[in-house]
């Protein structure tokens, strides 16, 4: 027996296929209750009703409205999304809010002064051209911060190292490490 697939047959299959393979990948969404979270970013505590599966970067741009973390691969592959979780660079495109409560999150946005002056890392980028687009920048200063704060005098290469899990496709590396160092030693002076 030959069975023929016709073209709408075909596509009501198709149709289904997606439907049920949808609702498998998002199961943890429609299944997870809401959660009262209280979250803290940047000083500012907020209680949210949140699915506690919802991923960190999520948040901070739709109920915060802070941009400065950028979601890249969403596969903790890029360090675009980096925050500070606790003074932890955390890839916030992977990290379910149902873990944060009562942690101290810091973005980029937040180090800026209140009076509107910028932090001594993101001076040292802005002076060195250290970003051309701009989408790795945030993720790349917070970790940078987190560097300086365990390590005040970093080498090239320990600079280098921190920096490996971040990827920045204009290519501005160079002038990225340069940042860094200089960075380093404004704070450094600032200090004294
Ligand atoms: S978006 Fe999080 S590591 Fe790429
Ligand atoms: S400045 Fe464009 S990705 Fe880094």
Do not use: W
Not at 2 to 12: A, D, E, G
Not at 68 to 92: I, N, R
Not at 130 to 152: E, W
């Amino acid at each position: 027996m030959r069975i023929v697939l016709s073209y709408p047959n075909f596509q009501f299959i198709l149709y289904s296929y997606i439907v049920v393979t949808s609702a498998f990948n998002k199961a943890p969404s429609y299944i997870q209750a809401l959660m009262t979270v209280t979250l803290t970013i940047n000083n500012l505590t907020r209680e949210l009703d949140l699915d506690p599966g919802t991923r960190l970067i999520f948040v901070l741009r739709d109920e915060f409205a802070l941009n400065g973390a950028k979601l890249g691969c969403g596969l903790e592959q890029c360090g675009a999304c980096v925050v500070l979780v606790d003074g932890q660079p955390t890839y916030s495109c992977t990290k379910p809010i149902g873990e944060l409560a009562g942690k101290h999150i810091e973005t980029v946005e937040g180090l800026v002064d209140d009076d509107g002056h910028l932090h001594a890392i993101q001076d040292a980028f802005l002076e060195l051209n250290a970003a051309q687009c701009g989408y790795c920048t945030a993720g790349l200063i917070m970790r940078v911060k987190a560097l300086l704060s365990d390590n005040p005098k970093p080498s090239r290469a320990e600079i280098c190292a921190a920096l490996d899990g971040h990827l920045c496709r204009c290519g501005a590396h160079p002038r990225i490490i340069d940042a860094v160092a200089s960075a380093a030693a404004k704070l450094r002076v600032r200090e004294r």
